[in-house]
């Protein structure tokens, strides 16, 4: 079992920054790759970008590239996303997953999900 949890959510104007952080547990090892995904009140879920967890590769969405920057701190088993120049179309619940069974790169399921973190950016 993987078990996953989002922090560093919270209300930013428009222009601001804020990092999240995903912590896993459990059986970490088995970990491929951490991805972030949000969802914006009245819309499907999306991705956002994923760190390979070994090699540290990353895959980033057209639609946050150059503002959000995914890393990772091994020793924490810890992921971060670190989000700069925020718009209100940020506004999302923000969710950090877990690939254990894909080994696809980037892949494209997810087996362990957290229950998520809000990010509200104000205008």
């Known amino acids: 079992q993987v078990q996953l949890v989002e922090s560093g959510g919270g209300l930013v104007q428009a222009g601001g920054s804020l990092r999240l952080s995903c912590a896993a547990s459990?059986?970490?090892?088995?970990?491929?790759?951490m991805g972030w995904f949000r969802q914006a009140p009245g819309k499907e879920r999306e991705f956002v970008g994923a760190?390979?967890?070994?090699?540290?590769?990353?895959y980033y969405a057209n639609s946050v590239k150059g503002r959000f920057t995914i890393s990772r701190d091994n020793a924490k088993n810890t992921v971060y996303l670190q989000m700069n120049s925020l718009k209100p179309e940020d506004t999302a619940v923000y969710y950090c997953?877990?690939?254990?069974?894909?080994?696809?790169?980037?892949?494209?399921?997810?087996?362990?999900w957290g229950e998520g973190t809000q990010v509200t950016v104000s205008s």
């Open positions: 997953a877990a690939p254990v069974r894909d080994r696809r790169w980037p892949p494209l399921q997810y087996d362990y």
């Open positions: 459990g059986r970490t090892f088995s970990i491929y790759a």
């Open positions: 760190i390979l967890w070994s090699g540290g590769n990353t």
